[in-house]
């Protein structure tokens, strides 16, 4: 039986003969991820199972990456419960100055290949797909299971094909693309579903930018979302990682719920508007709007493509008095990259402020929250109502050229009205 990519990785994983969408399978885990926020949960979850053994120390990855470095008193306690119980079942930990966000170290550091399975305390755990690797974000149960037994019940899903024709316009990345597709099928239309990314213009894209579209899979409502594996994933992982795995494609006679076209040519720089990720117009519709605060960083945009994206824009620029423009690079790797580059102290040079790696005020954590009444743009993946902050505080989602522009012009604004030139 002809079978989809996400059929393929899922049978590999399981012990049935053949599946099909909607049948419940076990599937084993090559990763169980978790972090500061869904570890400590789980641990407990563990503890009523009467469970105090984990089934393989070599496949589990535990990051303090939300409350990191620690805000007060309670997030420092989360991250101590999370190193000790890491240190005791022997699992890597990966604590403040050595990472940053769990997705993108995952990813840097080769953990991730195509074709495996990882479970992730985390809804964003669909990055990974980016890599063609299925990544499940799975609630505290889930992942207590998984610590336990390295497998989880999952409904396999269907399959959207989401083809990308044509060649990305100026100003247009990654996280334009997915805005795009979010936009076609709505914040529901992935629901029970995996969003495969194909076509020439799915073929062009960086592994930092196929990370930024992946990531926002769950905002469509899909289980996941993958790139076959092809010759720019094997260049990103040579090198990097010695874990073996093969590309792997869906059939040409594979059955898709759906066949989605986005043709690049035709899509312009986007926003989402608040509060929803499925509020999308093109930027130049909400030009004019002032704005207080710009984040640049996230497990989808604070790699060094999007910090080289913001750094052309602030060339020759500043931050507009009324504006804090806050740039978070997702990695100590990220950030150890820009310093050598010359980025940090150029955003340091206009005005912006740099923190440490972190999840921060992605999630209304902290460096960074708004206040009632605050619009900010933000390179984030969510701006649902309270995500960074106040309930009463917009949010609007867009690329780092556009949330750098914002920054530089006080206001929403074309970025092609603040660089100096068009990017290459
Ligand atoms: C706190 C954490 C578990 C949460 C998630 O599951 O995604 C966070 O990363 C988010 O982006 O909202
Ligand atoms: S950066 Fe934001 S979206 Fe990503 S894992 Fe952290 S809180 Fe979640």
């Not at 990695?331 to 150029?346: C, M, T």
């Not at 972190?358 to 993946?381: D, I, P, S, W, Y």
Request: aromatic share 6%; with cysteine; hydrophobic share 45%.
């Amino acid at each position: 039986m002809p079978h989809t990519l996400a059929e393929k990785i899922l049978l590999a994983h399981s012990d049935v003969a053949d599946l099909a969408p909607g049948d419940i399978v076990m599937v084993r885990c090559d990763l169980v991820m978790a972090n500061d926020v869904s570890g400590p949960v789980a641990f407990r979850m563990m503890e009523k199972m009467g469970a105090s053994t984990v089934f393989d120390p070599t496949k589990i990855v535990m990051a303090a990456d939300h409350f990191a470095p620690a805000k007060d008193a309670r997030s420092a306690d989360l991250q101590r419960q999370l190193k000790e119980w890491s240190d005791r079942h022997g699992v890597t930990y990966y604590g403040q100055g050595r990472g940053g966000i769990e997705h993108t170290v995952l990813v840097e550091d080769g953990w991730i290949v195509p074709g495996t399975v990882i479970a992730g305390g985390d809804s964003h755990t669909c990055t990974y797909g980016a890599l063609g690797a299925f990544g499940s974000g799975l609630g505290s149960t889930d992942i207590a299971a998984c610590l336990v037994f390295g497998s989880f019940w999952q409904t396999v899903p269907a399959t959207i094909e989401v083809t990308f024709t044509g060649a990305k316009r100026p100003f247009v990345t990654g996280k334009d693309l997915i805005l795009a597709v979010i936009d076609a099928i709505g914040v529901g239309g992935g629901t029970n579903t995996v969003l495969e990314f194909v076509g020439p213009g799915a073929a062009a894209l960086t592994i930092d930018e196929r990370l930024a579209v992946a990531n926002m899979a769950v905002e469509a409502g899909a289980e996941t979302g993958l790139f076959p594996a092809d010759e720019v994933t094997a260049a990103y992982l040579a090198g990097r990682t010695d874990r073996p795995w093969q590309p792997e494609r869906s059939d040409p006679d594979a059955s898709f719920a759906r066949r989605v076209r986005i043709d690049l040519d035709g899509v312009p720089p986007l926003i989402a508007l608040p509060h929803s990720p499925g509020n999308v117009v093109p930027v130049a519709e909400a030009a004019g709007r002032k704005i207080d605060q710009v984040y640049i960083g996230n497990c989808a945009n604070g790699t060094m493509t999007d910090l080289r994206q913001a750094a052309s824009i602030l060339a020759g620029n500043r931050v507009h008095p009324d504006v804090r423009a806050i740039i978070v690079p997702a990695s100590q790797k990220v950030y150890r990259e820009a310093l050598a580059e010359g980025l940090i102290d150029q955003f340091v040079a206009a005005g912006a402020i740099v923190s440490t790696p972190t999840c921060g005020a992605c999630f209304g954590g902290h460096m960074g929250v708004l206040a009632a009444g605050e619009r900010a743009v933000a390179t984030t993946n969510r701006n649902f109502k309270g995500r960074m902050g106040s309930a009463d505080a917009e949010v609007y989602l867009a690329n780092a050229y556009v949330a750098a522009a914002a920054a530089v012009a006080g206001e929403i604004i074309d970025p092609s009205a603040v660089a100096e030139g068009v990017p290459a």
